[in-house]
């Protein structure tokens, strides 16, 4: 029981931090489509999960024939706020909800051709430790281009076309195979039934034989 004691606070650590849960920072798609929904992605990964943190972001957008950055939405305490009229109607919040520590901060656009540009992603977040707080700001930019329709790149056919080739070729290796193997199964029946049959006309009486010689006569 004592044994059960210790190790059962080890194995309450370990499943809280299970439920954390793990954090992969993906770059944003590039490319978006006319009249589409679109996720600006942005995700900032927290080093060290178990320490409690509060954070904020600021998005930003640069069009190309704009020399400076304005500032078009911001999230803070589970509160979204679009701050240039050129976007409203047009932001939804898609990142981390139901916390204030935000990992990812990624926003659902609808697209126009006006919003090929570049976009930023401002994060502020604030460690707090039991004896002090530290706080950090970290930014991400990106270049989204819109176009009518979307374009697959060469890669990405040629990929699918060897993917499928890959099918097809093993299909038919699996179609050989199995014929070869009924082959072979067929003849070892044969083999097996004809050695079964030489083997009870060896073992037959001397009387059996006469009789089956005769019918076989006859």
Not at 72 to 86: E, G, P, T, V
Not at 100 to 114: E, G, H, M, P, R
Not at 121 to 136: G, M, S, V
Not at 193 to 218: F, G, M
């Amino acid at each position: 029981m004592w044994v059960l004691g210790l190790l059962l606070p080890v194995l309450l650590l370990m499943q809280g931090q299970g439920s954390w849960g793990a954090c992969v920072e993906v770059d944003s798609d590039t490319e978006a489509v006319a009249n589409q929904e679109f996720r600006l992605g942005c995700i900032f990964c927290k080093v060290r999960a178990e320490v409690r943190a509060n954070a904020s972001v600021d998005w930003f957008f640069k069009a190309p024939h704009e020399n400076n950055f304005s500032q078009i939405y911001s999230y803070k305490a589970k509160k979204a706020n679009i701050l240039d009229q050129r976007f409203y109607n047009r932001l939804v919040w898609n990142g981390t909800k139901s916390a204030f520590d935000l990992q990812d901060v990624s926003i659902l656009l609808n697209v126009t051709f006006n919003d090929t540009g570049t976009y930023r992603c401002n994060l502020n977040r604030t460690l707090t430790f039991p004896t002090h707080a530290i706080h950090t700001h970290i930014d991400k930019n990106f270049t989204l281009t819109v176009v009518p329709k979307l374009t697959r790149p060469e890669a990405s056919i040629l990929s699918e076309v060897m993917m499928y080739v890959s099918i097809i070729g093993l299909q038919l290796w699996l179609l050989v195979e199995m014929i070869y193997c009924y082959g072979k199964i067929s003849s070892a029946s044969i083999g097996d039934a004809q050695r079964e049959s030489t083997a009870e006309y060896i073992t037959a009486s001397p009387s059996q034989k006469n009789t089956e010689d005769l019918q076989v006569a006859e």
